[in-house]
Each structure stands twice: as C-alpha cells, then as structure tokens.
C-alpha cells in the first residue's frame, strides 16, 4: 500500500477554487476539503464539484487525518 492515496491529496494540502455564486455573480472561495459552501453574498449554497474518496474509502481516516474526515463526513450529512 502506498503512504498517501494520490487521490487525497488535495484533501490534505487544500487548494482553493474561485466560483461565482450561480445565484448572485459573486466570488465563492471553495477549498477542495470542502463540500459545500454560502455565497456570503446572498446565501445560496455553493456545491464542490468533485466526489471525494472520504465518502467511501475505508482507509479514509487514516489516509486524511481524522480532523479533515470529520469535517467532510459533517459537511456531507448536511446535504
């Protein structure tokens, strides 16, 4: 096995996105750790693109450190 999952490494060094609020235009900062983020602008809530491996993986906690873990799963139960 590896020491670290190339597919979460984005989940460990965030890295952060620009997205424009599809309701209101304005810039939403959306890290890759993130799920789900509120346009501070209007409110509505931005999605992250990307399916993370955190979802599924069983080696997840290890993998991303459990403090990361715990905040995406958090994030997913809010969707």
């Not at 993986?57 to 809010?78: F, H, L, P, R, S």
């Amino acid at each position: 096995m590896l020491d670290h999952c190339p597919g979460a490494a984005n989940l460990r060094t965030p890295t952060l996105a620009i997205k424009k609020c599809p309701q209101c235009g304005e810039e939403v900062e959306l890290f890759s750790n993130d799920i789900l983020v509120k346009c501070s602008n209007c409110g509505f809530v931005v999605y992250n693109d990307t399916i993370s491996c955190v979802q599924w993986c069983k080696y997840a906690k290890e993998c991303v450190g459990e403090e990361t873990y715990n905040k995406i799963m958090a994030q997913k139960k809010q969707v």
